[in-house]
């Protein structure tokens, strides 16, 4: 399906290919099957073989990353909770927690105004307000079924946490940000968003990973559809949008591939020469 949207040539780019890192949702996982396409898998597969090093980029929380079981083995390292942590092995590159008061003004806010917020520190996970809309959006519509809704909170609150992911608008973002003014949303749903501190977030990961690793972010190509996306889409020497992205992050991309169910990671592979 020959779809691409080219917005660059493969011969603008000169450096080899050293690293590439993949979203989970909509990028690597397909929201239609909610698995990995065989096509991505062998294109991982090969893009390993010839050395290249491959890194997850995700907003999941370690705990809930239950979904690339097929490729788990060919995985160097994560970038997770949009950039709050991020890991090479046992070894945490960005570690970068929300001030404890501003989690609690979540917290009240949720209280007031009735929402459903996923509180997440570095391992435990817990649900404050639970509402139908998190069985919706996290049980139903991404597979997530490890969290356990009756959990209390409150010893959550007393570890460091990395993210916040409240059920709400954009409006209703707008409205407790700036009570929150260490932290940022990296929104990639219109039901939810991902609120970590300032700073935390993929291409400022990415740029700490290569710097740890030794290579260039320049030798680097990264791969994602949603807004928590564009961050390391602008880091990464190429930053490859996916045909199912939102037009703001197609926009923001380098070049544009086919969908996730239409082989575009190995169709972004196959143009770049990162496999042949």
Known sequence: MESFLYLCSPNRFSMAIKAAFF????????FQTHQIPASTIKAIEQAKERGVKIFISTGRPVAIINNIDPIRHLIDGYITFNGART????????????????????????????????VCGKEDIGIHNH?????DVFV???????????????????????????FFSVEDERLILPSMPHCISAR????????????????????????????SPEECIAFGDGGNDMSILHAAGIGVAMGNADEAVQAAADYVTTSVDD???RNAFLHFGVIS
């Not at 979203?23 to 397909?30: K, N, P, Q």
């Open 188 to 215: 990639w749903n219109p039901r939810f968003t991902d609120i970590t501190l300032r700073g935390a977030d993929k291409g400022n990961a990415l740029l700490q990973l290569t710097k740890y690793i030794g290579i």
């Open 87 to 118: 890991f090479i092995g046992d070894e945490d590159i960005t570690l970068m927690p929300i001030p404890e008061e501003e989690v609690r003004t979540m917290i009240t806010d949720a209280s007031c105004r009735n929402y459903a917020v996923v």
């Open 140 to 166: 139903h519509g991404l597979g997530v079924t490890n969290i356990d809704i009756h959990q209390p909170i409150e010893p959550l609150l007393h570890q460091p946490v990395l993210q916040l992911t409240p």
């Open 263 to 265: 082989d575009g990671i």
């Open 131 to 135: 509402t139908s809309i998190f069985d």
């Open 23 to 30: 979203d989970i949702d909509g990028t690597l996982v397909s």
